[in-house]
């Protein structure tokens, strides 16, 4: 256990967990100076961040969930969260998974990639906000195969900056509140459904928004089905 992990400081870092490991933090930054890699694989095997987690914070970063682990964070993730900094995420095999806190980022001031694969998934809490290209130097891109992102709050696909959601065969994105494509007016964004068993729902309880928000016009935004 450590309060503070941070996986490429000083020198290029690699985190492994595995076999059933299990890590705990406080905090923790993948790419925190120089090149970072953290990989997460195995049934069992769990890492916990009780509050934020940077993927690419100063450099650039990556983040492996592979074939049944799991990594929890409590607080806010943010991928590509460095300005000009990449981060990656990539959730791969049954029963992969990242559970999120209040906020998830991908594209944040960086440049933030999220793949999900081969039965992984991706859980957002209830009241979450989840955004892709999310600042004005931002670029974000989700792209999912035999994927499950259930999201309990809303989903902004770019909001300052551009962004791309691919959800290939047999994969699925639930949206519990909004769901935003290009929300503002300096952003570029499209969403893509391609190949059997793709699927985008809205629970009802929100709205689909293309090329704007609740109360003003967006940017260029595009939904595209098949």
Excluded: C, H
Excluded at 47 to 66: F, H
Excluded at 91 to 101: K, N, W
């Amino acid at each position: 256990d450590s309060s503070v992990v941070a996986i490429g400081a000083l020198t290029a870092g690699t985190l492994k967990v595995q076999s059933g490991g299990d890590a705990q933090s406080l905090f923790a930054e993948i790419g925190a100076g120089r090149t970072g890699t953290a990989t997460v694989s195995g049934v069992g095997s769990t890492w916990t961040v009780t509050n934020s987690l940077d993927v690419g914070a100063s450099s650039t970063g990556t983040l492996d969930i592979m074939a049944g682990a799991r990594v929890t964070v409590s607080s806010d993730t943010f991928i590509g969260a460095g300005s000009g900094v990449s981060g990656t995420v990539n959730i791969s095999g049954s029963q992969a998974r990242l559970i999120t806190g209040p906020v998830l980022s991908i594209g944040e001031f960086g440049n933030g990639s999220l793949s999900i694969s081969g039965g992984g998934s991706v859980t957002s809490p209830a009241g979450s906000d989840n955004r892709i290209g999310n600042q004005s130097s931002s670029s974000g891109t989700v792209t999912m195969s035999n994927g499950f992102w259930p999201i309990g709050g809303s989903l902004t696909v770019g909001n300052f900056g551009s962004a791309n959601l691919q959800i290939n065969a047999n994969s699925t994105v639930l949206v519990g509140g909004d769901l935003f494509i290009a929300k503002t007016a300096f952003s570029t964004a499209s969403v893509s459904l391609t190949g059997d068993g793709a699927q985008l729902e809205d629970s009802g309880a929100g709205g689909i928004y293309v090329g704007g928000g609740t109360s003003a016009a967006g940017g260029n935004g595009m939904l595209n089905i098949g």
